[in-house]
């Protein structure tokens, strides 16, 4: 069974990190691993026809590879956070070349005049030393498993949808390998939040 709902316990034992935001009818949207040609401007497409913010968490390296897809994002008023520059996993490296990563990620950024909202670790993965020394750390409350092959589009809309609730922070991928099921779970999701007057806000 794929697990949609981030088990409370580990927000609380990590609290200095962002898991979720209590807000007024506010959800969060937010898009790991771009931007990825064509599959960003069809996450751009949709937000725009519901009027819908949200954040993209770039790969330093996409960003260097679709420069245009980043001026796109921010021209349309979404966010941008830090991914790392190759997608670094902090459990299979050490902090000292994964930190060295996330800078890499920075410059780009800066490069792009990219002002970035946060970070990101790839694959969720939280080591002692970033939690630490890491500030404005974004996790998320809903994962949607887009990525998950095993799941059917059905089986992940019906899954979160009841997960949508003030203050949560969704994300999926605009990525190849999620795209076949963030087609069908995007739009719904967009029109689920809008019949439920929720606002969508980037971080
Ligand atoms: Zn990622």
């Given at each position: 069974m794929f697990i949609h709902q981030i088990p409370s316990f580990i927000p609380a034992l990590f609290p200095r990190f962002t898991w979720s935001k209590l807000a007024d009818l506010q959800i969060y949207l937010t898009f790991?691993?771009?931007?990825?040609?064509?599959?960003?401007?069809?996450?751009?497409e949709c937000l725009a026809e519901y009027d819908?913010?949200?954040?993209?968490?770039?790969?330093?390296?996409?960003?260097?590879?679709?420069?245009?897809?980043?001026?796109?994002?921010?021209?349309?008023?979404?966010?941008?956070?830090?991914?790392?520059?190759?997608?670094?996993?902090?459990w299979k490296m050490?902090?000292?070349?994964?930190?060295?990563?996330?800078i890499q990620c920075e410059e780009v950024f800066a490069q792009q005049q990219i002002n970035s909202i946060g970070f990101r670790p790839p694959y969720g993965?939280?080591?002692?030393?970033?939690?630490?020394?890491?500030?404005?750390?974004?996790?998320?409350?809903v994962l949607t498993g887009d990525y998950n092959a095993s799941l059917s589009?059905?089986?992940i809309i019906d899954s979160v949808l009841p997960l949508l609730k003030p203050g949560a922070i969704v994300v999926m991928h605009d990525s190849v390998k999620?795209?076949?099921?963030?087609?069908?779970?995007?739009?719904?999701?967009?029109?689920?939040?809008?019949?439920?007057?929720?606002?969508?806000?980037?971080l």
């Open positions: 790991d691993d771009g931007p990825t040609p064509e599959i960003t401007d069809f996450v751009l819908a913010k949200a954040t993209f968490f770039c790969i330093g390296k996409n960003a260097v590879e679709n420069p245009s897809i980043i001026q796109r994002i921010q021209a349309a008023g979404h966010s941008i956070g830090n991914h790392t520059m190759n997608h670094s996993n902090a050490d902090y000292t070349a994964y930190q060295a990563d996330v993965r939280i080591t002692r030393k970033m939690y630490l020394e890491m500030d404005r750390v974004i996790l998320w409350s589009s059905t089986e999620a795209f076949p099921h963030l087609q069908a779970i995007l739009p719904a999701i967009l029109r689920y939040c809008k019949e439920q007057n929720y606002t969508l806000s980037a």
